[in-house]
């Protein structure tokens, strides 16, 4: 089956700074990789996803790479701010089925 | 709409106890799925239902049974709980996938259960 790991664990900016959360999966089959935030005792909520077919995505401050070739695909959040504080998880999947990666924790210290 | 809604929020049990909780999703989603998520780990998928009637086994199975008699609500028991059982239970939901017609599989996550089994 498939196989998601993401790094780091943890993350720790300042604001203002940058962050970046990688992923790499083991499926080649997997065509669609989502992107969901959870903050403390909430449940996980999508901020972006990326087809197959597309390298980049970008949504305001939240940026997503995939580079089918290297199976792996990357978060990008610039101009950190306190409210991005939460844990991070990427996903890879096919036919409707995820599998989640361990999850990053990212505190932006203000 | 209420979206995914997930009963009960809260529940302690004794080992050796079962329950049944509830998954109830009002956006008409084919595919619904059951998630545990522990202490530092990502979410692990329990089992899962691409339509009305239909179940599948996910990575994590044994100790849980699901069923899916409407397609509005998705059920997970726990027969026999046992100490390991002790989690946080998502239920989720999401659009029939097709990709030709650009429907991603984006899941939408319910409120989650906590359960504690002593």
């Known amino acids: 089956g498939e196989n998601v790991e993401q790094h780091p664990s943890t993350l720790s900016v300042q604001e203002g700074d940058s962050a970046v959360i990688k992923c790499t999966y083991s499926?080649?089959?997997?065509?669609?990789f989502p992107w969901y935030k959870q903050e403390l005792g909430k449940r996980p909520q999508l901020i972006i996803d990326?087809?197959?077919?597309?390298g980049e995505k970008k949504d305001q401050r939240i940026a997503v790479t995939l580079n089918k070739t290297a199976k792996h695909f990357s978060l990008h959040i610039t101009e950190t701010q306190p409210e991005d504080s939460a844990v991070y998880f990427c996903?890879?999947?096919?036919?409707?089925?995820?599998?989640f990666g361990d999850g990053t924790t990212l505190t932006v210290k203000p | 709409n209420a979206g995914v809604t997930q009963t009960p929020k809260f529940r302690v049990l004794k080992t050796g106890q079962s329950m049944t909780l509830l998954c109830a999703q009002d956006?008409?989603?084919?595919?619904m799925y059951w998630y545990r998520q522990d202490p530092g780990m990502g979410l692990r998928l329990i089992h899962y239902s691409v339509g009305e009637g239909t179940t599948a086994k996910g990575e994590v199975p044994d100790g849980y049974n699901v069923s899916r008699l409407k397609k509005q609500n998705f059920l997970l028991g726990l027969e026999s709980a046992a100490p390991s059982q002790t989690s946080v239970y998502f239920c989720?939901?999401?659009?029939?996938?097709?990709?030709?017609?650009?429907?991603?599989?984006?899941?939408?996550f319910g409120p989650g259960t906590r359960l504690t089994v002593l």
């Open positions: 989720a939901s999401s659009f029939h996938v097709s990709v030709l017609a650009g429907i991603t599989d984006t899941q939408y």
């Open positions: 990326i087809r197959s077919n597309v």
């Open positions: 996903a890879a999947s096919m036919a409707g089925k995820s599998t």
């Open positions: 956006m008409n989603h084919e595919y």
């Open positions: 499926d080649s089959a997997s065509n669609y």
